[in-house]
Structures are given as structure tokens and as C-alpha cells.
């Protein structure tokens, strides 16, 4: 009988829900956007004092979506912001429905928006789940995709990089590398990438990003070895990482100095890569500062949990 009742009165809850979307999107047709933002707003505060989270959620959710559909986008990013809000005070599990959801919203919001800015941190925020770890891989990975759409390369590229997924990481580069960057630096693009990857101990990633890349970009011949010296470099230190032998990883580093020095973030990422997988001990002291130090900290400043191979394992980065 319990159960009867809870199904009866979930039923009458959505079709409430339905019945009071179909007026506001009266409203909305109508182009009464004012009013309707407003009368939003009221039923999203009301539904929370009820704490009927999940009708707040998925009201705000479709009013945000008909803004957007109406080119509304204060509106909708404000009630976007909502659905974020109804999730944190239900503390909801993540769920990748929801991860898909906010992904959406985001993908409408216009690129150049504060609004946007604020969304996504805070999505990132709470998809972690209060792991205090940078955002969900998933969310990351949408938010990459959705970026990469936009032309905008070097905000994808940092999500993708706290993501899973190596082989979408590579594809976009590859066309990154060929739309804006220089044909004499396409192995510059792949190294900076695996390098970022390992030391954000994500192995996997950093293999298939590399394997991918390689193979489907025009400019690089098939290999190993390749004509690049640093694509070499690359590629004997993967096998290195896997072996973890301290000699193998020096004299790596040692022989490959001149291709090494092309960028000054190299034999940075390389410290902290001996730290993570070959035992090398961390420096005691810093000789940089400024943009550079700052720059260091976020990225190798991470949580030492322990396991080399995990994904979620992830410390703060920052991309230029």
C-alpha cells in the first residue's frame, strides 16, 4: 500500500510539474520573458522549501533550455545556475544523465559569458563529489568536446586532459596542430601533451594519446622511430615508464637534451615524471618564481595518494 501511495503521489508531482511548464512556456512563446524568468525563479524556491529537488531540477532544466531556444541568455544561464544549485543542497549522486544534462547547458551558453565561466567551475565542483579532485572525467571529457566544437583548443585541451580519454585528446590536436600551429613544431604538440598526462600519472592516456596522434597526423611519417627526434624521445620514455629503471629514464633525458631544450616546461615535467615513476627524490628548493614557479606548483603541486595507474588521481594544471 506504501508503495502505491508514493507512486500515486509521484504521479500527481509530475503531472503538476507538466501542467505548470506548459503555462510558463505559454509565457515564454508569448515573449513574457520577464515574467516568466521571474515566476521560475518563485517555483524553483518554493519546490526546494518542499525539498522536491528533483522537480526544481527538471523544471529549471527545461525553462533553461526554452530561453536558449529563445536567445535568452541571461535567463537561461541564470536558471542554469539553479539546476546546479537544486543538486548541491540534494546532494545527488553523479550520475552521467546529470553530467550530460550540464554539459548541455553549458554547450548553449555563449562562450563569452561571465555566466559561463561561473557555470562550469561550479559543475566542476560538484561533480567531484567533494573529493576535492579538479571535476568528474566525464564532465571533463563533455566539456573538452563541446570546447573543441568551438575552435577553442586550448580550454579542450586542459579538459581533456583530466579526462579519460586519450584517442579524443589526440584527434583534436592533430587538428589544432594542423589549423594553427607551425608544421616544424606538430611533435611539439603530442610531447607537451603526454608529458602533462604523466605527470598527472595517467599512463594510459598518455600512451594512446601519443599512439593516436602519431599515426593520423599528416605531417608525421609512420613510426617508431620516427624522423622527429623528440617523437623518439617520447616514445623510449613510455617504454621506460613502463619499465620504471632509474638509468634507462637519466641517460633517456641525458642523450635527448637539444630536442628537450626547444621547450623550457620540458625538463621540468621530466623532475617530476622521475619523481612519480622512477624514485627520484623531489628538489628541496625552487630556483623559480613568478609566472613559471606559479605555473610548476599547480600542475606537480597534487595530492600524493598512492597508484601510478589511476586515472581519477589528477593535481591541478594550468595551460597557457
Not at 23 to 48: I, N, P
Request: aromatic letters at 10%; proline letters at 4%; glycine letters at 8%.
Amino acid at each position: 500500500m506504501a508503495e502505491q501511495e508514493s507512486a500515486r503521489n509521484g504521479a500527481r508531482n509530475r503531472g503538476g510539474v507538466q501542467r505548470v511548464e506548459g503555462k510558463l512556456r505559454a509565457s515564454v512563446e508569448k515573449g513574457d520573458y520577464y515574467e516568466a524568468h521571474q515566476m521560475y525563479r518563485t517555483l524553483f524556491f518554493r519546490y526546494m522549501a518542499q525539498s522536491k529537488h528533483a522537480e526544481a531540477r527538471e523544471l529549471m532544466c527545461s525553462g533553461a533550455l526554452l530561453f536558449f531556444s529563445h536567445g535568452q541568455q541571461n535567463s537561461a544561464a541564470d536558471l542554469s545556475m539553479l539546476v546546479l544549485e537544486s543538486l548541491e543542497k540534494a546532494e545527488v549522486e553523479v550520475a552521467d544523465e546529470l553530467l550530460e544534462s550540464l554539459a548541455k547547458l553549458f554547450s548553449l551558453m555563449d562562450p563569452n559569458s561571465p555566466e559561463r565561466v561561473a557555470f562550469v567551475s561550479r559543475a566542476l565542483k560538484w561533480s567531484s563529489g567533494g573529493s576535492g579532485k579538479l571535476g568528474h572525467p566525464r564532465l571533463h571529457q563533455l566539456l573538452a568536446l563541446t570546447l573543441w566544437k568551438e575552435q577553442n583548443y586550448g580550454e579542450s585541451r586542459y579538459h581533456f586532459l583530466h579526462s579519460s580519454d586519450g584517442e579524443g585528446c589526440a584527434n583534436m590536436l592533430v587538428e589544432y596542430s594542423t589549423a594553427r600551429g607551425f608544421r616544424s613544431e606538430a611533435d611539439m604538440f603530442v610531447a607537451q601533451a603526454v608529458l602533462q598526462f604523466l605527470c598527472l600519472k595517467n599512463k594510459s592516456s598518455a600512451s594512446v594519446v601519443f599512439t593516436t596522434y602519431t599515426q593520423k597526423h599528416p605531417s608525421i611519417e609512420s613510426g617508431p622511430p620516427f624522423v622527429q627526434p623528440l617523437l623518439n624521445f617520447i616514445w623510449f620514455l613510455l617504454l621506460a615508464v613502463d619499465g620504471g629503471k632509474l638509468t634507462v629514464f637519466t641517460v633517456l633525458c641525458e642523450q635527448y637534451q637539444p630536442s628537450l631544450r626547444r621547450d623550457p616546461m620540458y625538463n621540468e615535467y621530466l623532475d617530476r615524471i622521475g619523481q612519480l615513476f622512477f624514485g627520484v627524490p623531489p628538489k628541496q628548493t625552487s630556483s623559480y618564481g613568478g609566472l613559471l614557479g606559479n605555473l610548476l606548483s599547480s600542475l606537480m603541486g597534487s595530492s600524493e595518494q598512492e597508484g601510478e595507474d589511476s586515472q581519477d588521481d589528477s593535481s591541478p594544471i594550468e595551460l597557457d
